[in-house]
């Protein structure tokens, strides 16, 4: 499992690596819920995930740089 | 007795760390002794990362395999999508701050949106209970788009 699990928490961090060992380790059948969160994560496409980028980094929508990648993800 | 599944683990296990340490050593030997070779490297480092990421999907199935399928196919595709997404976001915050070109960006963002559409429908087929393995394909797709977020990223 550590294997698995170096690459990871040295490419994302440690907090992705920790929610996804509790997934693992959790043992209890997926619930509605969790199949809900997978699709909300799924349903995201490019032009969302680049605006949620953009308000994470404190940016303007308004900015050059964000409107150059919100035009280039679509 | 050792069950099997434990040696399988075990194998498996002893493979990624061999992986890990053959890309980590690959690094330091071009960037220290032949610098020229360095992009020769990110095409040999991209294929030890797909298939340590291949042994990932592996492991979480076979940590699981005391579960139900459908557990252990809906913890294999959550962990799918949290990975590429983390990377897909790391990637154009990159972009953002200066440190990746945008030139990637439009081939990235449309691979992006193929492996999403597709682990919508692989996340339906899993809750329908069909007891299907999460698809190779879409292991393959994640991987496929890491590598191209590397690379993008390394070109800078």
């Known amino acids: ?74 | 007795m050792i069950e099997t599944s434990t040696l399988f683990t075990c194998l498996f296990l002893v493979l990624a760390i061999l992986l890990a340490c053959k890309s980590v050593l690959v690094v330091w030997l071009l960037k220290e002794r032949v610098p020229d070779l360095v992009r020769k490297w990110r095409i040999r480092h991209h294929r030890s990362f797909l298939i340590v990421f291949l042994l990932l999907g592996f492991l979480a199935t076979g940590m699981t395999c005391n579960q139900n399928q459908q557990t252990a196919t809906f913890n294999t595709l959550y962990s799918l999508e949290k990975s590429t997404v983390a990377a897909y976001d790391g990637y154009l915050a990159a972009v953002l701050a200066g440190q990746a070109r945008t030139n990637e960006v439009p081939k990235i963002s449309h691979a992006f949106n193929d492996f999403q559409a597709a682990m919508v429908l692989a996340a339906d087929t899993d809750q329908a209970g069909t007891n299907a393995l999460a698809p190779p394909a879409l292991v393959a797709q994640s991987a496929d788009l890491l590598n191209l977020i590397t690379v993008a990223k390394g070109a800078k």
């Open chain 1, 1 to 74: 499992m550590w294997a698995a699990l170096i690459p990871i928490i040295a490419t994302y961090g440690l907090p992705l690596a920790e929610k996804l060992v509790e997934k693992w380790m959790s043992g209890t059948p997926p619930t509605p819920a969790d199949f809900a969160e997978l699709r909300a994560l799924a349903n995201q496409n490019s032009t969302a995930q680049a605006n949620a980028v953009i308000a994470q980094l404190g940016l303007s929508p308004t900015d050059p740089k964000a409107q150059q990648i919100i035009a280039l993800v679509k």
